[in-house]
């Protein structure tokens, strides 16, 4: 018989395909008894409140979209700080995150002890929903306003402002574009991207901001359509865009954009003097949690000063005044936001993704 | 009972088990709500549309590209087939969505070629862009499918029309593409369900420019958070795309019936010489083979050297700090070996499964049998992120929730459809006599079965196999959902990267795994031993 694979490496291939099946069938069992032992000394967590003294490690998993690399030097940090508690994490955009919490509420009860993600309004959600915990023992004492939830279910851990980005070799720092306003000017015809508010959670809420905005609203964004900007996926290929030159100018999360930078791209952001509208990143306990105490413990973490250095040294700005801000980025204080009121623009985001969408065409 | 209905009841088990289950917990979440009128009103019917001719003409299109390189490659005398092979096939090793970004290299707005020459040759973004690269993605397995049923074509039926005096391009015409009909029309369904559901492509080229397609619809209510319910949502529009993988898959089955001839495989296949036309030939088959391979891994090449976009090229700035991160990242090495761990197990389990169920629709007459071949394919048909919904709910029953046994069964579930459709054909072709001869000499049933049209299709059934391991190796759509912190997989960690904005870390980790798919497949692929 003719091969398209030859029959010795056939034969060759199939063996460790068999054998890898093996080892998976043998290896397997193993990790399930791992998972159920860690199941176990969850379940005894209940009572558990007293584990660091008695010596033992309580696993609390967390459900976050911050990328890998910052979530592992935090949750390092936390571990030699807290030796009696173990971080799990599960990883992915805050969609996948939402899907996956979704199944596991269609088919028993939220796994996760922590939910560590997105904006605000996600979490407003999650709390009408019943899923959150009233957070007991996390100190909101030292934060600035911007971050604390007035009942208690959730608290900010960065500030995080979408903010006017622009490649530096194709564009002079003097000509660069200052306020959002600056944005609308005819030179900048196709020379815009900024991330879809139809599938950014972000950039629908910053949609949302503009809109009921009273120097911006409705005119400034149909205006914008104008210059025909390119409608990127999200912030991640937009601040791409932007370093690569293809669009020098963008609309974008400010931190992408101060790592872009670090790593020797020519891009420059600014505060636009208007304002910039911002997410906080919240973090809260689901109320399915049998960690309560351990999740809040990571919470308090993220807030201390400890954490939020962490998240200074990681190009974010902070929830505390007290631990400086990233290089080259001014001061907390000096940076202007826009802080609307939360409920009208929550409920006027479809009203706004719409407009959006009508003026970009 | 007697063996053969036997194993009937036991693959029915299996494909309830594995297939139907998980299926009919996307189809019960959908039931839970009325979402048609939400979706028409945020513009279902265009992704509808969109979906279905792009998911069209990509599949034509891989077709007819995958049958020319088949027929190059295997049936003509032109030059260094061997190595143009694994060049050709090289789109396979690399995710979609990679292939995307390296392709937007090349010809984004202001990028690449298009600032090279200074004015726009083309621009990507839209509809062309996204079945250009559908169609970039699926023909290597249009090749490998058409390659298994050029195999099982006897020569002596394209020697007889020789010797009458037809010259080659008549042959092929008259000859040896009706006998491929079968073939081309596995591969065809096979690709066209696939691309329905590809999401990585019309999600990077598709949606800049307003192009929205079903699968990216799903990510648009998944992401957002402006429907009340995206589980139900995503699962209605799942539905929608049940519906079109199914009317799919009954067209080919209606087709098939008119297609199906049953023919002996005898002696060695017939190279064609291609005569004064060889250079020529080899020549723009190297150049085109070279621009569509090497052209996006010079890409990748470009973007996983620089440490950040935007940096100027020189050898100042150049860095294989992209390439060291990748390496020291302990999860890019756990998800290395669960993915290949994964992929060998699938592998194995559908080349297995796919071969029997191949057996059983083609070898015997039973009603359940198109039922059969239907529930094997339509999971094709669904985004993996569909696939990784119902088997999440079912795994979470199953007790296998965050162990790597709910990602071994989400991909046999998304992926035996390969090993099907790569084994149909030559079982197709292959006359009863040989089973009947097997019967007179005494064999039972199942045992003649397996024993001789079985062991023919072995062959193909490796292929498929194949094809399982390196779609699985870099699959990320199914898996994200199901992973947990020491099952993470390959395909996650470059998404994750890319997600994070990282596009250069990115770029290194999936060039690297390109290489290493790309040596693998030098080791296991041989040219068919021809005479020419």
């Known amino acids: 018989m003719r091969h398209f694979f030859s029959r010795r490496t056939t034969l060759a291939v199939t063996a460790v395909g068999a054998s890898a099946a093996l080892l998976v069938a043998c290896s397997e069992p193993a990790e399930d008894t791992a998972t159920t032992a860690a199941e176990t000394t969850a379940a005894e967590n209940g009572t558990a409140s007293t584990a660091a003294a008695t010596g033992e490690t309580t696993t609390i998993t967390v459900y976050t979209s911050e990328p890998e690399e910052k979530v592992d030097e935090i949750n390092a940090a936390f571990e030699a700080a807290n030796p009696d508690i173990k971080v799990e994490v599960y990883r992915a955009g805050t969609g996948d995150l939402n899907a996956r919490i979704a199944a596991e509420k269609e088919s028993g009860s939220i796994e996760a002890d922590v939910l560590w993600a997105a904006d605000s309004a996600t979490f407003e959600t999650y709390k009408a929903a019943g899923d959150l915990a009233e957070l007991q023992d996390v100190d909101t004492a030292g934060l600035i306003e911007e971050a604390v939830d007035a009942d208690n279910h959730y608290v900010g851990t960065r500030i995080i402002p979408t903010v006017i980005a622009y490649n530096t070799d194709i564009i002079d720092e003097a000509d660069a574009p200052q306020s959002w306003a600056d944005l609308v000017d005819p030179k900048y015809a196709g020379q815009l991207v900024m991330p879809d508010p139809a599938v950014s959670g972000a950039a629908a809420f910053n949609a949302s901001v503009w809109k009921n905005d009273e120097q911006l609203g409705e005119d400034w964004i149909n205006t914008l359509g104008e210059n025909q900007p390119m409608i990127a996926q999200s912030n991640g290929p937009t601040s791409q865009e932007i370093a690569g030159g293809g669009h020098p100018v963008g609309v974008v999360v400010d931190y992408l954009i101060r790592d872009l930078a670090d790593a020797g791209s020519p891009v420059a952001a600014v505060y636009p003097t208007e304002g910039a509208p911002y997410i906080t990143e919240p973090a809260g306990v689901f109320e399915a949690s049998d960690n309560k105490e351990a999740a809040e413990r990571y919470i308090n973490f993220l807030l201390s000063e400890e954490g939020q250095q962490i998240a200074v040294e990681q190009a974010y700005l902070p929830v ?42 | 009972m007697p063996a053969l209905p036997l194993m009937r009841v036991g693959v029915w088990l299996i494909v309830l088990g594995l297939f139907v289950t998980p299926l009919a917990l996307v189809v019960a979440l959908a039931a839970g709500g009325n979402q048609i009128p939400v979706l028409l009103d945020q513009g279902l019917g265009t992704a509808v549309w969109n979906s279905t001719y792009t998911t069209l003409l990509s599949a034509l299109g891989a077709t007819v590209v995958g049958t020319a390189i088949a027929l190059l490659l295997d049936r003509t005398n032109a030059r260094g087939t061997t190595v143009l092979r694994l060049f050709l096939l090289s789109p396979l090793l690399i995710p979609p969505f990679i292939g995307a970004i390296a392709w937007l290299q090349l010809f984004g707005p202001n990028q690449g070629l298009n600032r090279f020459f200074g004015t726009e040759i083309w621009n990507i973004y839209g509809a062309d862009g996204v079945t250009f690269l559908l169609v970039l993605h699926s023909y290597p397995i249009v090749y490998v499918i058409v390659a298994a049923g050029l195999r099982s074509i006897p020569s002596d039926l394209e020697q007889a029309a020789r010797i009458s005096g037809a010259g080659t391009s008549t042959v092929l015409r008259t000859v040896t593409l009706p006998l491929l009909r079968p073939a081309l029309l596995s591969a065809f369904t096979l690709t066209a369900v696939a691309n329905l559901a590809d999401f990585g492509i019309p999600a990077l080229l598709g949606s800049p420019a307003r192009f929205e397609t079903l699968a990216t619809m799903i990510y648009r209510f998944m992401e957002s958070g402006t429907v009340a319910n995206p589980l139900q949502t995503v699962s209605t529009i799942g539905v929608v795309l049940l519906f079109l993988g199914i009317a799919s898959v009954t067209a080919d089955h209606l087709v098939s019936r008119w297609a199906g001839s049953k023919l002996q495989d005898t002696g060695q296949a017939l190279r064609f010489d291609l005569g004064a036309a060889r250079w020529p030939v080899t020549i723009v088959a190297w150049v085109l083979g070279l621009a569509v391979t090497l052209g996006p891994i010079m890409g990748l090449a470009y973007r996983a050297l620089l440490p950040a976009p935007g940096v100027p090229f020189t050898m100042d700035t150049i860095t294989l700090d992209n390439f060291r991160r990748s390496i020291a990242n302990p999860r890019v090495v756990e998800g290395f070996s669960n993915s290949v761990t994964l992929a060998l197990s699938a592998a194995v389990i559908c080349g297995v499964l796919g071969w029997i169920i191949g057996l059983l629709v083609t070898r015997t007459r039973f009603l359940g049998n198109t039922a059969l071949t239907l529930t094997v394919l339509l999971p094709t048909a669904l985004p993996g992120l569909i696939i990784g919904v119902g088997w999440l709910i079912l795994g979470r029953y199953t007790g296998t929730y965050n162990t790597m046994w709910v990602i071994l069964g989400a991909y046999v579930c998304a992926f035996t459809a390969l090993v099907l459709q790569a084994v149909r054909a030559p079982l197709q072709g292959t006359p009863l006599a040989v089973e009947e001869a097997a019967r007179i000499s005494g064999a039972g049933r199942l045992w003649a079965l397996l ?23 870099r699959e990320l759509t199914v898996s994200i959902l199901l992973i947990a912190p020491g099952t993470t997989t390959l395909g996650v960690q470059v998404f994750n990267l890319q997600q994070a904005g990282n596009y250069n870390q990115a770029s290194a980790l999936s060039l690297m795994f390109a290489v290493v798919g790309i040596v693998a497949l030098a080791l296991t692929v041989r040219s068919p031993k021809v005479r020419s």
């Not at chain 1, 907390?332 to 970009?360: S, Y």
């Open chain 2, 451 to 473: 024993s001789t049209t079985g062991a023919m299709a072995i062959p193909a059934a490796f292929s498929g196999a194949v094809l399982v391991a390196v779609t699985a190796v």
């Open chain 1, 320 to 361: 505390r005044e007290d631990v400086g801000t990233p290089e080259g980025t001014p001061p907390l204080h000096e940076i202007a936001l826009m802080t609307p009121d939360l409920q009208v623009v929550t409920d006027d985001k479809d009203a706004a993704v719409e407009l959006f969408q009508n003026a970009m065409q």
